[in-house]
């Protein structure tokens, strides 16, 4: 079947625009996945911390109104200080990466708009290529399940660690108390509680370690599909 040139240019201006937008999605995805790498950094130092004030917590639990525990306070409080901000610079990063996942996905539905239109005009004219713009379509599918699966497992994310600023707040009395200790104050009650607060805070940053791992996993998968559909539409 003869295609016109008119209809040729068109088909070059769909493609064109597709392929530029999903180039822009793969430079987002490439954005977010650096933000979620520093968020995991900073929530592994966090963790550190966290263990770090286990010891002082236990040698405060073991106070017995005859010692001065004062000094295990000060280091649980610098412990959970450092382990807080690490948890809020870890969330500003996932934060961030949920910008550009928003904006990969715009991308990527912008790309699709423009294969819509092309894979109409290929099927109207009977265009060959009318089955490579279908793969296409398809990859990006499946890209966009993958990426709405990495918005899911960070918005769990975000729940966990909610949860572990919320401990931590609620640590800040018992820290101060073991922290003014005197001798002939029992303050083993105090330790007792950080020491919960600290394993409770703990499974809440290991819940939203595993969130962030099947984040990465998913977006690879997602980054794959993306890849593959711009190499389809490369070669028409």
Not at 92 to 106: E, F, I, P
Request: proline share 1%.
């Amino acid at each position: 079947m003869q295609i016109s040139t008119s209809l040729n240019q068109s088909g070059s201006g769909h493609l064109t625009h597709a392929l530029a937008s999903l180039r822009q999605a793969a430079q987002s995805w490439d954005q977010a996945e650096q933000s979620q790498t520093q968020a995991d950094r900073f929530l592994s130092s966090a963790e550190r911390d966290f263990q770090n004030a286990e010891f002082p917590a236990r040698r405060a639990s073991f106070d017995n109104g005859r010692k001065d525990s004062s000094f295990e306070g000060r280091e649980i409080d610098r412990h959970f200080r450092s382990g807080d901000r690490n948890i809020d610079d870890s969330q500003y990063r996932l934060r961030h990466a949920d910008l550009q996942l928003r904006q990969t996905g715009q991308n990527i539905d912008q790309g699709q708009n423009y294969l819509s239109q092309l894979e109409q005009q290929y099927r109207e004219s009977g265009d060959e290529r009318l089955a490579s713009v279908q793969s296409a379509q398809r990859e990006l599918l499946s890209s966009e399940r993958s990426f709405g699966n990495v918005d899911s497992a960070w918005n769990s994310a975000h729940s966990d660690l909610r949860f572990t600023k919320s401990n931590i707040q609620r640590a800040d009395f018992d820290i101060r108390q073991i922290s003014w200790d005197r001798p002939g104050q029992d303050v083993s009650m105090y330790g007792s509680r950080v020491s919960n607060t600290i394993r409770t805070v703990q499974s809440d940053i290991r819940g939203a370690e595993w969130d962030m791992r099947r984040a990465g996993s998913e977006g690879n998968t997602g980054e794959s599909h993306l890849d593959r559909a711009i190499a389809i539409l490369e070669g028409l």
